[in-house]
């Protein structure tokens, strides 16, 4: 079975601090996402990565980056917390193209920034 | 460009009765369709697909999908529902070429004892 793995379930942090969000999948995936998801607007594409250092913004890049130095993890990057980045974001992960593979998820993290 | 819609935000049933939970689509080109289930606190478990072939797909859990290309339709049906199929249900759709994929809003699944 798969497994996406995403280091914190909750967070707090601080306005303005940069804040690190892990995830780290089993399966030698070559593509990795990063969701945030927020009640009545589903699940918004934030950053994708196919190949190891190689990264595309999604639909809504803003405040975010994203690091993958390693194929198996995917970090994302808060690089000046605000309170509107306050969600749930979650991590996920697929094989490429011809097959249309499923994404495989993790359990998320849920960020408050105060 | 591609989309998915949910039009409802909830759907309320009695355990027992048939479920049916919508979803429509547009794109452009042949639709590669997925469903996700996700229960509180965790992330999406994948349900089934439609890529090609049979119309009525089936996946995990008892649940299954019927595809209408008339309609536009992908909607995810169950015969009996369970108190345990209460859960937030994703419609999503393969953007175009790429390996991402766009959600719809999510449909609430309460089921009643």
């Known amino acids: 079975d798969v497994k996406v793995t995403q280091s914190s379930r909750y967070l707090v942090k601080r306005t303005g601090e940069k804040v690190f969000l892990e995830c780290v999948q089993d399966?030698?995936?070559?593509?990795m996402f990063w969701y945030r998801q927020d009640p009545g607007l589903g699940l918004r594409l934030i950053y994708f990565s196919y190949d190891v250092k190689m990264k595309e913004k999604g639909d809504i890049p803003e405040g975010y980056s994203v690091s993958r130095e390693k194929k198996e993890r995917f970090s994302l990057i808060l690089e000046s917390a605000s309170t509107n980045q306050t969600s749930m974001y979650l991590c996920a992960s697929s094989s490429p193209g011809t097959h249309n593979q499923p994404q495989h998820f993790g359990d998320g993290t849920r960020l408050s920034i105060l | 460009a591609q989309s998915v819609a949910q039009p409802e935000d909830q759907v309320n049933v009695a355990e027992g009765n048939p479920l049916t939970v919508k979803c429509t689509y547009s794109?452009?080109?042949?639709?590669?369709l997925f469903w996700y289930v996700q229960y509180p606190n965790r992330g999406l478990q994948f349900l089934l697909k439609y890529i090609t072939g049979d119309n009525l797909v089936k996946g995990s859990y008892g649940f299954e999908a019927e595809f209408n290309k008339s309609q536009t339709s992908f909607h995810l049906k169950k015969p009996s529902a369970l108190v345990s199929d209460s859960a937030l249900y994703f419609c999503?759709?393969?953007?175009?070429?790429?390996?991402?994929?766009?959600f719809g809003t999510g449909t609430r699944l309460q089921v009643f004892p």
């Open positions: 999503a759709v393969r953007d175009g070429g790429t390996d991402k994929l766009i």
């Open positions: 399966m030698d995936h070559e593509n």
């Open positions: 794109v452009s080109g042949n639709p590669y």
